[in-house]
């Protein structure tokens, strides 16, 4: 029993940890990235909300002017596709 209780616990802490989904499957970074981005969204693409693809576009668009945190994530995604 207490085995099946630790493997319950690790499962939902992996679940927690792991990139988010929309319900039509398109990819929404991890809490910590939202979180990171989040200030970005309202201050330059708070007209796109909640189109999550139409907000990464504007967020890309702005690249130059988003906070260090949220920089860092896309063009971390830029390197990772080179």
Do not use: W
Request: a positive charge.
């Amino acid at each position: 029993m207490k085995r099946l209780l630790h493997l319950a616990i690790v499962l939902a802490a992996l679940a927690a940890a792991s990139p988010v989904l929309a319900q039509d499957g398109e990819y929404r970074g991890t809490a910590a990235q939202r979180a990171a981005c989040r200030p970005n969204v309202f201050r330059f693409c708070a007209g796109e909300i909640p189109n999550v693809r139409a907000i990464t576009a504007c967020l890309r668009r702005n690249i130059n002017r988003l906070t260090p945190d949220c920089q860092a994530i896309f063009l971390a995604a830029e390197q990772q596709k080179r």
